[in-house]
């Protein structure tokens, strides 16, 4: 169902899976005022008012332009399957998300009984993509966790560089690679060989975290 609904009554969602961008805002601000909304944001009901779902970044514009009451579809629908509806809307549009906000829904969701199966059938994503990303949250040092929480750009390490990360069972040796990856701009391939031979119980070799190796595979690593 489609109403107008006053900006004043839609609540944040409990989960926020993407850092508020100014820009972006901005940029939609522009657009609804030559274009008007397009899309309307997507809300469900709850006991005062009403939850976003999704449509942020739309939300934010308009209520920049001093619109008092927007157009909303009203889901009727669980916490749950909001947060799932909230995932799979910023997967299709190839968004960043806050992998590790991401995580913490998928997590709140085995405690209710969900499978991991479940979840990722409902979002499209194979049952390892959900484990890597409780694995993260789970095994990951705090400190290089609290990074991939920080806006797109502030930081090297991404998901991919957390995932391999944290297969490696000492959290101090996960913080120094984090540094190192920060210096010296590893890469997640040569990441990923690094761990392997850390897993082997092979010790790093001076030097395999060089710039150089970043462009060339490294002899003392392969």
Request: glycine share 6%; aromatic share 4%.
């Given at each position: 169902m489609i109403a107008e609904i006053e900006v004043d009554r839609i609540k944040a969602g409990k989960f926020c899976l993407r850092d508020l961008d100014d820009i972006v805002v901005e940029d939609i601000a522009n657009s609804v005022k030559e274009a008007g909304l397009l899309q309307p944001v997507v809300v469900r009901p709850i006991s005062d008012g009403y939850e976003l779902v999704f449509g942020l970044h739309r939300l934010q514009a308009c209520k920049q332009l001093g619109w008092k009451r927007i157009p909303a579809i009203i889901k009727e629908t669980s916490s749950e399957e909001a947060f799932?509806?909230?995932?799979?809307?910023?997967?299709?549009?190839?968004?960043?998300?806050?992998?590790?906000?991401?995580?913490?829904?998928?997590?709140?969701?085995?405690?209710?009984?969900?499978?991991?199966?479940?979840?990722?059938?409902?979002?499209?994503?194979?049952?390892?993509?959900?484990?890597?990303?409780?694995?993260?949250?789970?095994?990951?040092?705090?400190?290089?966790?609290?990074?991939?929480?920080?806006?797109?750009?502030?930081?090297h390490l991404t998901i991919s560089h957390a995932e391999h990360l944290s297969l490696i069972d000492d959290p101090?040796?996960?913080?120094?690679?984090?540094?190192?990856?920060?210096?010296?701009?590893?890469?997640?391939?040569?990441?990923?060989?690094?761990?392997?031979?850390?897993?082997?119980?092979?010790?790093?070799?001076?030097?395999?975290?060089?710039?150089?190796?970043?462009?060339y595979p490294c002899n003392k690593i392969s």
């Open positions: 799932l509806m909230h995932v799979i809307e910023n997967l299709q549009r190839n968004n960043h998300v806050n992998p590790i906000a991401e995580a913490q829904g998928y997590k709140l969701l085995i405690s209710r009984g969900w499978t991991m199966v479940e979840i990722a059938k409902k979002i499209g994503k194979s049952c390892s993509y959900v484990s890597d990303r409780l694995r993260v949250l789970d095994k990951l040092h705090p400190r290089v966790r609290r990074k991939l929480s920080f806006p797109r750009g502030k930081t101090q040796q996960q913080l120094k690679l984090a540094e190192t990856i920060e210096e010296e701009r590893t890469s997640v391939r040569n990441l990923e060989r690094m761990v392997r031979k850390l897993r082997r119980g092979e010790t790093l070799p001076e030097g395999c975290l060089c710039k150089k190796c970043q462009n």
